[in-house]
């Protein structure tokens, strides 16, 4: 009996052994089973976290717009009193005074304040804007919202923007070589050259040699050479290359084309344009630019085909010193007026650091009729340009 009732006890602490163990598996189970979802829930949460970030929060701590302001000046010493200068003509190409944006007048000139702004929207926009603070108000030079992240080499653009056709337009003023704008852009654009409300398709190609190509539709409003605003009336095209002759020789090429309409006729306006730059060091550099422009313009009676070009050479002797010359020429006339009106340009330019630049430029023009007469002009400017704030790179 007593053997019997051992056995049954030690069956009931066996049983007793095997359940508890069962229990604490079962728990270690459990346990694990817990932390695995608490570490996907833990992952799917910072999966969501950081895609809500990319998109939410992208432009509110990441991407604070870039501010800059730019000034322009000049004290300006010219051969022609202020009330005949602001009626000059240049025959065969303009009829009638336009306005004179930058140096205008004998003595001092405050050309322009330049308030520039520009910001990364979010991962697929940036928005550009230029604004101009001039003496009669404030006025948009460049607005403009340019796309990020197309496919294919695409890039998007629209707003208004200053047209890529060619070479010197699509620059600002205070990034020129020299204080005016090209007396062939001067003539077939105005003083201002050609910037419009628009859209651009700009396309790079994925090759070792730099190849571009771009296609804009513009509204048309510029009165030099269009003006039929009733609808968008003006197309562009271009196509730019870049190749690399040395290590310190790059060369780069571009042909520009244009259509657009006024109240007159259509105008088709062909550009050429080519670049040579050698770098001696890192601050000293010998670059020549060129642009040829040929414009057929259609009137009530006749085609106006008119060309012109210009070509400058610049020398960059250091960080501090650079100097220039430029030559200007307006070719090819409409009958019964002047074809060599040309414009004779030297300046000397001192950097005291790169955000400021003071410009001694002295131009002799045989371009303009002054009081029903052609006049030999001799100018000499001093010019000083400044930029304050965060400003982006300029193009090569």
């Known amino acids: 009996m007593q053997k019997t009732l051992l056995s049954l006890v030690a069956i009931t602490l066996l049983c007793s052994a095997e359940t508890t163990e069962i229990e604490q598996l079962k728990t270690r189970v459990d346990t694990l089973e817990k932390a695995l979802k608490t570490q996907k ?18 432009t509110q701590t990441d991407s604070l717009p870039d501010i800059a302001f730019i000034a322009n000046m000049s004290a300006l010493g010219r051969n022609v009193d202020n009330e005949a200068y602001a009626g000059y003509q240049i025959p065969g190409f303009t009829t009638q005074p336009s306005k004179q944006p930058f140096n205008p007048k004998r003595g001092f000139n405050l050309n322009y304040g330049e308030l520039e702004i520009q910001s990364t929207v979010d991962p697929y926009f940036d928005v550009t804007s230029a604004l101009h603070i001039e003496k009669d108000g404030l006025h948009i030079g460049e607005l403009y919202v340019m796309t990020r992240a197309l496919p294919y080499g695409l890039r998007l653009k629209t707003g208004k923007f200053r047209s890529e056709f060619g070479r010197i337009n699509s620059h600002h003023q205070h990034t020129w070589n020299f204080s005016n704008i090209p007396l062939v852009f001067e003539s077939f654009f105005g003083a201002g050259g050609l ?3 628009g859209i651009q398709l700009h396309y790079t190609a994925p090759t070792d040699t730099f190849i571009q190509a771009g296609f804009e ?3 048309g409003s510029n009165s030099r050479s269009f003006g039929d605003t009733d609808k968008n009336t003006l197309s562009i095209g271009y196509l730019k290359s870049s190749v690399d002759i040395t290590d310190m020789t790059s060369l780069l090429a571009g042909a520009s084309w244009l259509h657009g309409k006024s109240n007159e006729g259509d105008s088709d306006i062909y550009g050429g344009d080519l670049t040579l730059k050698h770098i001696f060091d890192s601050y000293s550099s010998l670059t020549w630019q060129s642009e040829l422009l040929y414009r057929d313009k ?24 650079a100097t220039g010359v430029r ?3 307006l070719f090819k006339n409409i009958d019964n007026q002047p074809d060599d009106l040309n414009r004779y340009t030297a300046m000397l330019e001192y950097r005291p650091f790169v ?13 303009k009729w002054i009081g029903g007469e052609r006049k030999d002009t001799h100018e ?8 304050a704030g965060a400003h982006g790179a300029h193009a090569f």
């Not at 259609?298 to 010193?321: C, F, M, P, R, V």
């Not at 955000?355 to 371009?367: G, V």
């Not at 000499?380 to 930029?387: K, N, P, R, Y």
């Open 298 to 321: 259609e009137t009530t009676d006749i085609n106006q085909k008119q060309a012109g070009l210009y070509s400058e050479l610049t020398y960059a002797h250091d960080k501090n010193w």
């Open 380 to 387: 000499i400017m001093l010019d000083l340009t400044i930029a």
């Open 41 to 58: 829930d833990q992952a799917l949460d910072e999966k969501i976290k950081n895609a809500m970030g990319s998109i939410g929060s992208f």
């Open 217 to 219: 539709a513009m509204q």
């Open 327 to 329: 030559y200007d020429t």
């Open 355 to 367: 955000f400021s630049k003071i410009r001694l430029q002295y131009t002799n023009d045989r371009s």
């Open 195 to 197: 910037a419009d409300e």
